[in-house]
T-cell receptor
Framework: GAVVSQHPSWVICKSGTSVKIECRSL??????MFWYRQFPKQSLMLMAT?????????EQGVEKDKFLINHASLTLSTLTVTSAHPEDSSFYIC??????????????FGPGTRLTVL | KQEVTQIPAALSVPEGENLVLNCSFT??????LQWFRQDPGKGLTSLLL?????REQTSGRLNASLDKSSGRSTLYIAASQPGDSATYLC???????????FGTGTRLTIIP
């Protein structure tokens, strides 16, 4: 398998503040990063896709100015929730895709970050 | 647009029983299908990846089958254990962009 880490694992912040979530692929290089959001008792919903060194592509309904994604290296991507509001409270999960091999390889996921906005 | 459904939404079985989880997809033109488990408050753990050319894949007590023509996959868990309690998700990648479409999930509880 592949080792993916996320930091922090959980965060509580006040409404209006910004929160940065880091995702690292520890034992492989990832040209593509998928960011998902999961609300309680629901499945994962893709928020955006980023390629290393390029701007992210956001899914319909996801505000790109609110959810800033940076994929500056092959092992690190960050998601910043700007001016967070209580409705942004959710579980955020990253999924890096390997740089080598078939494009339809097995997908691996980070352990997730629980964001609670007060 | 691909839609993935999992039935049942929740399942409780006594420890030791064999069980089957179901996954259905509407577009049979898939490259592969992946099964995951998710423990409460945790990320996803990949269980099995079954390619479109394969009919089944096995890993320990888990066996996944794939019938592309009928748009179905099953995950068979043998001799269930309390540690198998989790939510199980199936997912298929979309053609062209490789984004995963997830199923609705089955919440499995193994009763000791």
């Amino acid at each position: 398998g592949a080792v993916v880490s996320q930091h922090p694992s959980w965060v509580i912040c006040k409404s209006g503040t910004s929160v940065k979530i880091e995702c690292r692929s520890l034992d492989f290089q990832a040209t593509t990063m998928f960011w998902y959001r999961q609300f309680p008792k629901q499945s994962l919903m893709l928020m955006a896709t980023s390629n290393e060194g390029s701007k992210a592509t956001y899914e319909q309904g996801v505000e790109k100015d609110k959810f800033l994604i940076n994929h500056a290296s092959l092992t690190l991507s960050t998601l910043t929730v700007t001016s967070a509001h209580p409705e942004d409270s959710s579980f955020y999960i990253c999924s890096p895709r390997r740089a080598s091999g078939s494009s339809y390889n097995e997908q691996f996921f980070g352990p997730g970050t629980r964001l609670t906005v007060l | 647009k691909q839609e993935v459904t999992q039935i049942p939404a929740a399942l409780s079985v006594p420890e030791g029983e064999n069980l089957v989880l179901n996954c259905s997809f509407t577009d049979s033109a898939i490259y592969n299908l992946q099964w995951f488990r998710q423990d409460p408050g945790k990320g996803l753990t990949s269980l099995l990846l079954i390619q479109s050319s394969q009919r089944e894949q096995t890993s320990g007590r888990l066996n996944a089958s794939l019938d592309k023509s009928s748009g179905r996959s099953t995950l068979y868990i043998a001799a269930s254990q309390p540690g198998d309690s989790a939510t199980y998700l199936c997912a298929v990648p979309n053609f062209g962009n490789e984004k995963l479409t997830f199923g609705t999930g089955t919440r499995l509880t193994i009763i000791p």
